[in-house]
């Protein structure tokens, strides 16, 4: 296997110590912009992993117990070293992942910002003192739930893992985080900033490895009071029914497959421009990502020529090359899944306006491609793409409208465009989502939170809400005098 020596060389960090485990097995990366393989990510073996629970019990004990004035501090420590080497880490997230050097230092430089929001959130875990009897005092304290099991993808290599670590070690906890084979040296210069920041050994320990062996591990193990995972619909639901068979509480963030509502009073032109900005960041690759795109009859002209010309602005190339507005797509499967559903939705009368073919070039490729006349019984317009297609379909009523937005399964991210204040609180009550946009497609913020309804999961991230899941609600009613 060839590998880039300009690549880190990837190492897994147990109990303080970076370390290759017991080396049982290597997977390859791959940089998608060249397919070339650029380094190797060892997977942890079942010894491997139980250093790390030991670790992380131990690392539990220390956390919980230093002063949260400690914690803060190292976190923000943790935060500048994040925030200094965003161009570093930039760079080796673009190899890995793809997406444009801007992007990548972008969510470098947002994670740091996140991390020193929920650090000093955690100052402020007050529990509460109730009015009782006399001679009896009655709390409700909050303290952290124990250590954590967290699994995230490759889709935010910096933001995704550091949702989970920074929201578990704000709240007093230690953890075992899976970060994903395919960014795994971009997951290792975050962890870095953690232990370079002062981090005591065994808080934070980052592990690769085969994805089902590691989880039914991790989960199983009695060293684990909480299952934290990002991801796709149908793992998510595997490892909370294995949680749940083990009685430990989950946190799920999982996919959807995001309605835009395009209303005949909203500006097409403004819709249109939103909307792309959002569509093709990241490929396509965010599970907030526009994805249905139903568009009044009366604007939907106006809006499909300006979407269409956007799409068409989008420079693809390597994330690494200058000008580059969207990269390759992370992996293959998605490339395969991009072919997969154009060719679905062509198939049963759909129309191609702009993209729809890979580039005849190395690398994961697919442009942006805009569909029109897509029947509702194509994948497309039920599986989520997680990438850049954008199905444009017109509705007659918004009551047409909201049926179809609400009736997948999922929940997650949703959007709507209207100059009606009526029309804009009937589509936050109705949407059925737990992210919702009026006139704009903003991307997430560290202050508010995320998080899903139906089968896009439970529990969230962001906001002060980030840190309920890490913590337990402990009532103690303290009899004085007895
Ligand atoms: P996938 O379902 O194979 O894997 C998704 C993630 O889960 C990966 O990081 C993978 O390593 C991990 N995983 C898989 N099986 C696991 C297991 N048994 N235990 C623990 N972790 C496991 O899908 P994929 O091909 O990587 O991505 C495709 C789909 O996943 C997308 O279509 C999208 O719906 C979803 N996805 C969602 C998000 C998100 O932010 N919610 C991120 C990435 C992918």
Same mark, same amino acid.
């Given at each position: 296997?060839?590998?880039?020596?300009?690549?880190?060389?990837?190492?897994?960090?147990?109990?303080?110590?970076?370390?290759?485990?017991?080396?049982?097995?290597?997977?390859?990366?791959?940089?998608?912009?060249?397919?070339?393989?650029?380094?190797?990510?060892?997977?942890?073996?079942?010894?491997?992993?139980?250093?790390?629970?030991?670790?992380?019990?131990?690392?539990?004990?220390?956390?919980?117990?230093?002063?949260?004035?400690?914690?803060?501090?190292?976190?923000? %420590? =943790?935060?500048?070293? /994040?925030?200094?080497? *965003? &161009?570093?880490?930039?760079?080796?997230?673009? #190899? @890995?992942?793809?997406? +444009?050097?801007?992007?990548?230092?972008?969510?470098?430089?947002?994670?740091?910002?996140?991390?020193?929001?929920?650090?000093?959130?955690?100052? %402020? =875990?007050?529990?509460? /003192?109730?009015?009782? *009897? &006399?001679?009896?005092?009655?709390?409700?304290? #909050? @303290?952290?739930?124990? +250590?954590?099991?967290?699994?995230?993808?490759?889709?935010?290599?910096?933001?995704?893992?550091?949702?989970?670590?920074?929201?578990?070690?704000?709240?007093?906890?230690?953890?075992?985080?899976?970060?994903?084979?395919?960014?795994?040296?971009?997951?290792?210069?975050?962890?870095?900033?953690?232990?370079?920041?002062?981090?005591?050994?065994?808080?934070?320990?980052?592990?690769?490895?085969?994805?089902?062996?590691?989880?039914?591990?991790?989960?199983?193990?009695?060293?684990?009071?909480?299952?934290?995972?990002?991801?796709?619909?149908?793992?998510?639901?595997?490892?909370?029914?294995?949680?749940?068979?083990?009685?430990?509480?989950?946190?799920?963030?999982?996919?959807?497959?995001?309605?835009?509502?395009?209303?005949?009073?909203?500006?097409?032109?403004?819709?249109?421009?939103?909307?792309?900005?959002?569509?093709?960041?990241?490929?396509?690759?965010?599970?907030?990502?526009?994805?249905?795109?139903?568009?009044?009859?009366?604007?939907?002209?106006?809006?499909?020529?300006?979407?269409?010309?956007?799409?068409?602005?989008?420079?693809?190339?390597?994330?690494?090359?200058?000008?580059?507005?969207?990269?390759?797509?992370?992996?293959?499967?998605?490339?395969?899944?991009?072919?997969?559903?154009?060719?679905?939705?062509?198939?049963?009368?759909?129309?191609?306006?702009?993209?729809?073919?890979?580039?005849?070039?190395?690398?994961?490729?697919?442009?942006?491609?805009?569909?029109?006349?897509?029947?509702?019984?194509?994948?497309?317009?039920?599986?989520?793409?997680?990438?850049?297609?954008?199905?444009?379909?017109?509705?007659?009523?918004?009551?047409?409208?909201?049926?179809?937005?609400?009736?997948?399964?999922?929940?997650?991210?949703?959007?709507?465009?209207?100059?009606?204040?009526?029309?804009?609180?009937?589509?936050?009550?109705?949407?059925?989502?737990?992210?919702?946009?009026?006139?704009?497609?903003?991307?997430?913020?560290?202050?508010?939170?995320?998080?899903?309804?139906?089968?896009?999961?439970?529990?969230?991230?962001?906001?002060?809400?980030?840190?309920?899941?890490?913590?337990?609600?402990?009532?103690?009613?303290?009899?004085?005098?007895?």
């Amino acid at each position: 296997m060839t590998t880039d020596p300009g690549h880190p060389a990837v190492r897994m960090y147990i109990a303080g110590q970076w370390c290759q485990g017991g080396a049982r097995d290597t997977a390859p990366v791959v940089d998608p912009a060249t397919e070339e393989v650029i380094g190797e990510v060892p997977l942890a073996t079942r010894a491997d992993l139980d250093r790390a629970l030991e670790a992380a019990t131990q690392g539990f004990e220390t956390w919980r117990t230093t002063p949260v004035a400690e914690r803060t501090a190292v976190l923000h %420590r =943790a935060a500048d070293l /994040i925030e200094e080497r *965003a &161009p570093e880490i930039g760079r080796v997230m673009t #190899r @890995e992942q793809g997406k +444009p050097l801007g992007e990548s230092t972008g969510e470098a430089r947002r994670t740091a910002e996140t991390l020193r929001w929920h650090a000093d959130d955690a100052r %402020r =875990a007050y529990g509460r /003192i109730i009015p009782s *009897a &006399p001679g009896t005092v009655l709390t409700v304290r #909050r @303290e952290p739930i124990g +250590p954590v099991a967290a699994f995230v993808p490759w889709n935010f290599p910096v933001g995704g893992p550091n949702r989970k670590i920074s929201s578990a070690l704000s709240a007093g906890c230690s953890l075992v985080i899976k970060a994903s084979e395919e960014t795994p040296a971009t997951a290792m210069e975050l962890v870095r900033c953690y232990a370079d920041a002062g981090l005591p050994p065994g808080v934070l320990n980052l592990v690769f490895g085969e994805p089902a062996e590691v989880s039914e591990h991790l989960i199983s193990s009695p060293a684990v009071r909480l299952v934290a995972f990002t991801g796709s619909v149908p793992v998510g639901k595997l490892l909370a029914a294995r949680a749940g068979e083990v009685m430990k509480p989950s946190l799920m963030e999982l996919g959807g497959h995001a309605p835009v509502i395009v209303c005949a009073d909203a500006d097409p032109v403004r819709a249109a421009r939103g909307a792309a900005r959002a569509k093709w960041a990241n490929a396509g690759q965010v599970c907030t990502s526009p994805s249905r795109f139903l568009v009044h009859e009366s604007v939907v002209a106006e809006f499909t020529a300006e979407f269409v010309k956007a799409a068409e602005a989008v420079v693809v190339g390597d994330g690494l090359e200058e000008g580059t507005t969207m990269g390759p797509l992370a992996n293959q499967r998605r490339l395969k899944a991009m072919e997969r559903l154009t060719a679905d939705a062509v198939a049963r009368g759909a129309t191609i306006l702009t993209g729809g073919e890979r580039p005849a070039r190395p690398g994961y490729f697919f442009p942006p491609t805009v569909l029109t006349d897509v029947p509702a019984d194509a994948e497309l317009m039920s599986e989520e793409p997680f990438g850049p297609l954008a199905p444009l379909v017109p509705f007659r009523d918004l009551d047409e409208a909201l049926t179809t937005a609400n009736a997948l399964p999922y929940g997650l991210a949703a959007y709507g465009f209207t100059d009606s204040a009526a029309t804009a609180e009937r589509l936050s009550a109705e949407l059925q989502a737990g992210i919702l946009s009026i006139n704009h497609c903003g991307g997430s913020v560290h202050e508010a939170p995320s998080g899903g309804v139906k089968d896009s999961g439970y529990g969230r991230e962001g906001g002060p809400e980030a840190l309920d899941a890490y913590l337990i609600t402990k009532r103690v009613s303290h009899l004085l005098a007895p």
